[in-house]
């Protein structure tokens, strides 16, 4: 149920070269948006650098589920949005896939969680798609720890953990306006694949 007066809109999308399609739907009074959802590759048999952090900082798995309070926090403070609750990040910590080794934070000399990055693998669809790909988003940095190459060097940890399990490619999701992860992201090798239009009615 919506709220009186509450504006709710129907949503769509589709590759950004689609002609066909986005015609279809700008003939059927669909808008499109400015935002861009932007789906990037590394392929894993490339050189990956060593990660560099500045003095103090350290990365490390992911210590449990006690931790899921921390990380939800630094979310929510790293994107300016309520959304990640407690609860929602402990159940992306217990679906049958999660693996704790993949999940990895950058700790300050405080003990506090600077950053983290997810990575996973998800059998089920490299099984399906006959692909061998793992993930490496979603990516945070606490807006106190920005600037210090904390995304890049997950990232790169993250990739030489892929290419440990086997894995060919990496692969994560950004979206258009999210400047500094498209920069991380270039400059850990990895190349925008394809991009993703949004409209709404």
Same mark, same amino acid.
């Given at each position: ?125 490299? /099984? #399906?798609?006959?692909?061998?790909? @793992?993930?490496?988003?979603?990516? $945070?940095?606490?807006?106190? !720890?920005? =600037? *210090? +190459?904390? /995304? #890049?060097?997950?990232?790169?940890? @993250?990739?030489?953990?892929?290419? $440990?399990?086997?894995?060919? !490619?990496? =692969? *994560? +999701? ?13 400059? $850990? ?13």
């Amino acid at each position: 149920p919506h709220a009186a007066g509450e504006r709710v809109t129907l949503d769509a999308s589709c590759r950004e070269e689609d002609a066909e399609r986005i015609a279809m739907l700008q003939k059927n009074g669909f808008h499109m948006l400015p935002i861009r959802s932007l789906h990037l590759v590394r392929p894993l048999d490339k050189p990956i650098p060593e990660p560099a952090l500045p003095p103090g900082l350290a990365i490390r798995a992911v210590a449990g589920l006690d931790e899921a309070d921390a990380l939800a926090a630094l979310h929510r403070a790293a994107f300016g949005t309520e959304y990640m609750t407690t609860e929602r990040r402990l159940a992306m910590m217990t679906t049958p896939e999660y693996d704790p080794l993949l999940d990895l934070v950058v700790v300050a000399p405080d003990g506090s969680l600077a950053a983290y990055c997810m990575c996973s693998i998800s059998a089920e669809e490299n /099984a #399906r798609t006959g692909r061998k790909d @793992g993930y490496a988003d979603p990516v $945070a940095t606490h807006p106190r !720890f920005r =600037r *210090l +190459g904390l /995304a #890049r060097a997950l990232l790169l940890h @993250g990739l030489r953990l892929l290419r $440990a399990r086997g894995m060919d !490619f990496a =692969r *994560l +999701g950004t979206s258009s306006d999210n400047i500094a992860m498209q920069r991380a992201a270039r400059s $850990a090798g990895f190349e925008v694949e394809s991009t993703t239009v949004w409209f709404e009615k």
